[in-house]
């Protein structure tokens, strides 16, 4: 069951970067809760589908140019854990930038519950109950 949920949340990925927000949809818990990474200014959780569509536009909307890649899906069991490289350059200054960050997918019956954003893989892999 475990590598089903690495490709579900791999499929969920795919289906944003191809159609937006609303393609990953099916992919999602009607309930889902989405939370911001607690460094970002204004970080908040959202919920359901109509949050995870508010969630990702105010996010692209800070951004001239972003892109963001699934560079690598660790199965946890009922967790996730994905490495996220994001590029880009903002709206206010132009800088381009370049990250990584972590998220922990919390998968159940099929669908995306739950997301956790994470600076550190050490604080992603520890809430999965992983370790390095």
Do not use: C
Not at 91 to 109: A, C, I, L, Q
């Amino acid at each position: 069951m475990s590598q089903e949920n690495v490709e579900i949340v791999h499929r969920a990925y795919e289906a944003v970067v191809a159609g937006g927000a609303e393609a990953a949809e099916p992919f999602l818990h009607p309930e889902l809760l989405w939370e911001d990474h607690p460094d970002l200014p204004d970080a908040r959780a959202y919920r359901g589908h109509a949050g995870f569509r508010t969630a990702v536009g105010r996010f692209y909307e800070a951004f001239e140019v972003l892109s963001v890649s699934a560079e690598q899906l660790i199965d946890a069991g009922k967790w996730v854990v994905v490495s996220h490289r994001w590029r880009g350059r903002g709206k206010e200054g132009g800088v381009p930038f370049e990250t990584v960050d972590w998220s922990v997918f919390t998968v159940e019956n099929g669908m995306i519950t739950r997301r956790q954003a994470f600076t550190e893989r050490t604080d992603a892999l520890e809430v999965a109950g992983l370790s390095e």
